[in-house]
């Protein structure tokens, strides 16, 4: 029984804190990911949109726009 109780005693700790690793790294990448895919899509549209719209809007946004594609 003894080493039944150590046995138990050591798995739930490890358990738990694989459990709140696990669980914790896939939320923070899935976190980042969905940022960075919304981020590209709005440089995308913000390319496509910059061939027309340069000409017409102040260079601040030019650099708004670069500072998003350096990222």
């Not at 914790?24 to 899935?30: F, G, L, R, W």
């Not at 910059?50 to 809007?57: A, F, P, V």
């Amino acid at each position: 029984t003894a080493t039944d109780k150590s046995k138990t005693t050591e798995v739930i700790p490890e358990s738990d804190t694989l459990n709140k690793g696990q669980k914790n790294v896939p939320v923070t990448k899935k976190a980042r990911s969905s940022k960075k895919k919304p981020i590209r899509k709005l440089t995308m549209a913000i390319e496509e949109d910059s061939e027309e719209t340069i000409e017409e809007e102040p260079p601040k946004f030019n650099r708004l726009k670069f500072q998003l594609l350096k990222k």
